[in-house]
């Protein structure tokens, strides 16, 4: 079951990645994507071994973005992949029959290819500019979403569909109705005051009807 609600990790302003992504699990996360850059991929590695016990802990899954052999050694629950990275059926040769494929898509073009390719869900994005990600593909938006779910529904795809890219919570009442199953956040997560309270508000909203449960 892929959640709804999909913290990616960045480094808190008093702290890194595995305080962010703790406070992210204290406050009810249940699906952690280890995302560091510009990093050795030993460094890389030790955090992606504490982050596995971290979610162990609580229930969690931890997928890890970009690097199938660390996700493997790890023993992360999954890896996701972009649009420049391996390509989706070399890394499942590294990773095994059993661990979750995510994979970035821009258009309904990418869906196709990511699904045939055996992606387990699909990080759809970006919604809007994004300071977090270099080499940003075209922005969606709103009618972006509406468009290619609608491209999906009517090929009958139902591979779930995870919105991404500079969301904020106030989006998220917005892009449910388009029958995107789910969102990814990063920093509405890692600043907010109230973790707790921020997470709880996001669960919400993601758990209201769409067009795809109506």
């Known amino acids: 079951m892929i959640d709804k609600l999909h913290y990616i990790s960045q480094q808190s302003q008093n702290g890194t ?17 280890l995302r560091v850059k510009d ?15 971290l979610c162990d802990e609580y229930g969690a899954k931890l997928i890890v973005n970009d690097h199938p052999e660390i996700a493997l050694k790890a023993g992360a629950h999954g890896l996701h992949l972009g649009l420049q990275d391996m390509h ?3 890394a499942r040769q590294i990773v095994g029959p059993d661990m979750i494929i995510g ?41 972006g979403y509406w468009d290619i779910v609608a491209q999906m529904r009517l090929a009958k795809m139902s591979i779930p569909v995870i919105a991404i890219g500079g969301i904020v919570p106030a989006d998220i009442p917005l892009i449910i109705p388009t029958g995107i199953h789910g969102v990814a956040l990063s920093g509405a997560i890692t600043q907010a005051t109230d973790v707790r309270q921020m997470v709880s508000e996001l669960y919400h909203h993601l758990n209201q009807p769409s067009l795809n449960e109506a």
């Open 17 to 33: 990645h595995l305080s962010a992504i703790k406070a992210a699990l204290d406050a009810g996360c249940k699906w952690i994507q």
């Open 39 to 53: 990093q050795p991929e030993d460094i890389i590695l030790q955090y992606a071994v504490e982050a596995v016990k």
């Open 88 to 90: 989706i059926q070399q």
């Open 103 to 143: 994979g970035t898509a821009n258009t309904f073009e990418h869906i196709q290819q990511r699904a045939t390719d055996g992606a387990d869900y699909i990080g759809l994005g970006p919604y809007r500019f994004t300071t977090t990600k270099e080499k940003l593909s075209p922005i969606l938006g709103l009618r």
